[in-house]
């Protein structure tokens, strides 16, 4: 990528010398923003605003919104190197026909632009650099206390995750039933609700800006540690509380207009249509395609879209949706069963939730640290991907999974070192042969990785799966992976193919492997 990068600067150098330092300049998959004075009334988020950027070759309509004290904004996202002009569309007068310009020029460093769908299951950033969702689960945490916000961004500089799931509106629920300090609507006053007690009442028309601000700052934040924010629409965690759950139709269109309006134009969003879709019984299966099909044609840059279960699965194969994410945990428990609704979608499939490492009392929330990191090598093995959340009570009522805070589970750091291992990969993981083998995985290149997971033995004898494996007389070396203690060993033994036998393919002298009577094993096999 370095010499990629040394090439579109040369190029962005002799195609703009005479104004390169005159105009503002962006980076590729940056934000650019326009801000204009407009009218400060009632009705302002219902003005109606967008702007066209466009360069030689191609023209873009991006929309714009309201962001309060009279101030309205547009943001875009060049993907293309070179000069953009925009103008300013509105009926306002104000805000009509403004015209500017600007350099959008290579990026560097970390900015790898916006994760895109790769090789039908798997992904990569836009600039072509691999990508490997390594997730975790932290819906309400940027409805809590600064102070704690800020302990979660220190948590996740050290942790494994390059991925978050997490929720627009506040959730009321179990473990997080705190009042954040932002509201997504302006309050108009207070009412005694069905049960008693007294709740807000809330203008529907009025977004509250600083409520977006704040998130937009935290998205941001997640940015700069390489994180993905994978933002969660809608969820059922609500009960009447807030009732942002139940906001009709018409509002819920309008709060997905402004809030792709506001996000699209952030380079590590991902839009996750709801948590739990059939559990919002506010909201009928038939209307997630029309707030469906309004994000993605909402959004220009086309950012990853999916939908999540609660018991019931989505039509996931419907053409607006980039990947699937389901909740089962059954589908990493045990060897062939991870691939199998990859099979159904033809998707990149991430197992969003397959319950906690924790210690609450519900079923979903107790695995053991050994379960959930055999979650992640068994999604991996098979080609997918896992989501990672923790629910320990931490610091009092403190639950990663739903606030934040301090991670104290036995799982991140193996699946740190999971990552690791899949990185270093020549490529993303398969089966070698989904049919019969779910315990071998290939990278192609002469690369194998096969996983033991909780079976136990003493020795193994070196075999790979006939289809699409290795030509006679190729040779391999093996190391040993303890993928809870965490280390490889290099065994001196280079192993020699011979010719199929029926489906498998042995060295030819037949040579086994001594192991640790133990679980939780891998074995790494590379061509020599």
């Known amino acids: 990528m370095k010499v990629f990068t040394l090439v579109m600067l040369l190029w962005a150098a002799v195609l703009f010398p005479s104004f390169s330092s005159e105009l503002p300049k962006v980076e590729t998959w940056d934000r650019f923003e326009v801000s204009l004075a407009g009218p400060k009334t009632e009705n302002a988020f219902d003005h109606i605003l967008s702007a066209e950027f466009y360069n030689d070759n191609e023209r873009i309509k991006v929309d714009g919104f309201y962001d309060g004290n009279g101030v309205y904004k547009i943001r875009f996202m060049p993907q293309k190197v070179g000069s953009w002009k925009y103008r300013t569309s509105s009926k306002v007068k104000s805000l009509n026909g403004k015209t500017g310009e600007f350099l959008c020029v290579v990026a560097t460093g970390e900015n790898h632009g916006p994760v895109q769908v790769a090789d039908t299951y798997h992904f990569k950033y836009a600039d072509g650099e691999r990508y490997y969702p390594f997730g975790t689960t932290l819906y309400a945490w940027t409805h809590q206390p600064a102070a704690l916000e800020d302990i979660t961004l220190k948590t996740l500089e050290k942790a494994p995750f390059n991925k978050v799931r997490m929720c627009v509106f506040p959730k009321y629920y179990s473990n997080v039933e705190n009042e954040p300090e932002f509201y997504p609507y302006v309050k108009k006053g207070e009412e005694k609700g069905k049960t008693g007690k007294t709740r807000f009442v809330w203008d529907f028309s009025q977004f509250d800006p600083a409520f977006f601000q704040h998130l937009e700052k935290r998205i941001d934040d997640l940015k700069d540690l390489g994180i993905e924010a994978d933002i969660i ?288 094993l891998a074995l790494r096999i590379i061509e020599e």
């Open 233 to 520: 629409i809608f969820h059922p965690y609500d009960k009447g509380h807030w009732g942002f759950d139940s906001l009709g139709k018409e509002n819920d269109l309008r709060y997905i207009k402004y809030l792709t309006a506001r996000l699209s134009s952030f380079r590590n969003v991902w839009w996750s249509m709801a948590n739990e879709f059939d559990y919002i019984k506010t909201k009928p299966r038939d209307v997630w395609d029309i707030y469906t099909k309004t994000v993605v044609n909402s959004d220009p840059y086309k950012h990853l879209c999916s939908i999540h279960n609660g018991s019931v699965y989505y039509d996931n194969w419907k053409p607006e949706f980039t990947h699937v994410s389901i909740q089962n945990g059954s589908t990493v428990e045990d060897f062939g069963r991870a691939t199998l609704l990859r099979d159904v979608f033809f998707r990149p499939m991430i197992y969003d939730e397959v319950c906690y490492e924790g210690d609450l009392p519900q079923r979903w929330g107790h695995l053991s640290g050994e379960e959930m990191t055999e979650a992640f090598w068994q999604g991996v093995i098979a080609g997918t991907y896992v989501t990672h959340g923790e629910t320990y009570k931490n610091d009092g009522d403190t639950i990663f999974w739903a606030k934040g805070g301090r991670l104290i589970g036995s799982s991140p750091q193996r699946i740190g070192f999971l990552r690791k291992v899949l990185e270093e990969a020549p490529g993303p993981l398969e089966l070698a042969d989904p049919w019969k083998d779910h315990k071998t995985a290939t990278a192609g290149k002469g690369y194998y990785l096969v996983y033991f997971g909780k079976e136990m033995q003493s020795e193994w004898e070196f075999n790979l799966p006939k289809k699409g494996g290795p030509a006679a007389n190729k040779k391999f070396r093996v190391e040993i992976i303890d993928t809870w203690d965490m280390t490889v060993k290099r065994l001196p033994d280079i192993f020699e193919i011979a010719e199929p036998v029926e489906y498998r393919i042995f060295d030819k002298n037949r040579k086994k492997i001594k192991l640790p009577v133990k679980p939780y």
